[in-house]
Every structure is written in structure tokens, then in C-alpha cells.
């Protein structure tokens, strides 16, 4: 049975209490993504330890409220109404310790404290390690999936199990743990040598507009051509809707210029998607992670 605002919002409250950490009531989500978009959420919770974490998913699950859990808020898109349940923010489970020559992190921490720790490609990448590692984070200097050793994660019935790399089933900004909608809790990362992070960081300023709202690369490159690209080539570069704009920049970014909607942006994706299908016969798939529920 469907839970209503009004009952479940006060469920959620009465039944998080007594956990570790902090409950915010009707939180606007704008400012806690990097699209700086999103109504808010019937309660925001910020554990103060993994097993708050889990307990609170455990307690929403048994009262039948939807959860979603939320790092730095990249690469996710919330609708304007908000969000119908209870988001779990990662913000103070942000620990990283040195273990046999492994990092091991919890998935609140930032991905810029790993830059200079054997994780240059990461260098302008927003977001935390719970969500890079999901979405196999990366550029063209590499990717996170590469250096995990292994990650605990979240299963549906509570249980929290250790994979390694192979099971996470790593792939181009995807992996297995996306696939079935799992969230790590922590990860063992293994430091490689890469190019200085200065290098990395200038590339992406230039060709990236890192210094606007997004949420990152829209749409998944297809194998034909780039996704930027074929944008591009359809005349897209600057097309706006409401405030929502293609980066003149970059064209798989969808930039918030000032006011942006959840719907000005959903409504611009439709729009390059039926573009590029027109010019080039390609449907371009969706990067952006749009929450629906």
C-alpha cells in the first residue's frame, strides 16, 4: 500500500529517532546536488556511522517508504517535486584509512582527497566514493573500477557482503552494483602511479564547463561516435530550455544557467535525443541518473 506524505514523513521521524545522526524534515535536495536542482525530500537523514546507515534502511523498508542514498550528489537528477521517502546523505561517513598498501574508504569520501594519492585521473571529478564506485567514475585517464580491490555493500535483505573487482562486474561508467541497485558502504582502493593531476585537471577546464551547475556527462558515448560529438554535429551546442542549456563548451553536459527545472532539463534531453536519432540513427542512452520514484 501506497504511504502518504503526511504518515510517512512523521513514520520516517518517529521511527529514525534513536539512530546516530541527524533528521531534517521537507529538505529542498537543490542544494545538496551538484545540478543544483531538486524539491525536497520528505526526510533527510545524515547517519553518524555505517550501522545508522544500514538500520535506516532496514526501518524505511519495514515501513514501506522508499530510501535513496546520496554522496555528493553528481550525476543525479531529482525531480522538482522532490523525493517521496527518505534520503540517506553520506556526508559524515567520510573515514579513509591505509591498509597493506590499500586505501580504505567509506563511501562519503570526497573523490578530490584521492587525486593526490594515486588517483590523479580523478583530478575535477565531483562526487564521493560510494557513488564513483557504482558508476565506475573516470575519465580518459583512467577509471576507479581499475584500482578497486574489493567493496562491502548493501544487499536488499540487509545483509552486508565483501565483493571483489570481478563480482562488481565493472564496465563503462556501470557496473554490476548499478545494475542491481546496491550501494556501498566502504571500499579497498589500490593507489596507481598516473599523470600529475595539474595535467588532468587543465584538460578538463578546457574542454569541460566545470564552472557551472551539472551533473556531469548526460547521455553514454555509443560506440558510433561520441556522445559531445554527435550533439554537436546536430547543431545542439547552446540550445536551451528554461534555464537548462547544452554546454557551449561541452555538448553532453546540460548546464544549469541560473533557475533550471527538473522538467527544463528532462524536457532538452528529449529533445538532443530525438535530434541526434534524426541526423545520425542513434538513441543515445542516459548517463544522468533520473530518480523517478
Known sequence: ???????????????????????????????????????????????????ALTEAVARADALGVPWRILGGGSNVLFSDRGFPGLVISTGRLASCSREEGLLVAEAGFPLARLVGSGFSFLAGIPGTVGGGVVMNAGTRFGQLG?????????????????????????????????????????????PKTGPPPAEVLAHRRATQPLDQPSAGCVFRNPPQAPAGWLIDRAGLKGARQGDAMVSPRHANFIVNT?????????????????????RFGVWLQLELDVVTT
Open 1 to 51: 500500500m501506497e504511504v502518504g506524505k503526511g504518515n510517512g514523513q512523521r513514520a520516517l521521524l518517529r521511527g529514525l529517532e534513536d539512530l546516530p545522526g541527524t533528521l531534517h524534515p521537507s529538505v529542498p535536495l537543490a542544494p545538496h546536488t551538484t545540478f543544483r536542482i531538486g524539491g525536497p525530500a520528505w526526510v533527510l537523514f545524515q547517519p553518524h556511522d555505517l550501522g
Open 146 to 190: 581499475d584500482q578497486v580491490e574489493w567493496v562491502e555493500v548493501l544487499l536488499p535483505d540487509g545483509e552486508v557482503v565483501r565483493w571483489g573487482r570481478q563480482e562488481c562486474g565493472f564496465s563503462y561508467r556501470d557496473s554490476r552494483l548499478h545494475r542491481l541497485g546496491l550501494p556501498v558502504l566502504r571500499a579497498a582502493l589500490r
Open 258 to 278: 541560473g533557475r533550471a527545472r527538473a522538467s527544463d532539463v528532462l524536457t532538452l534531453v528529449d529533445r538532443v535525443r530525438q535530434q541526434v536519432l534524426k
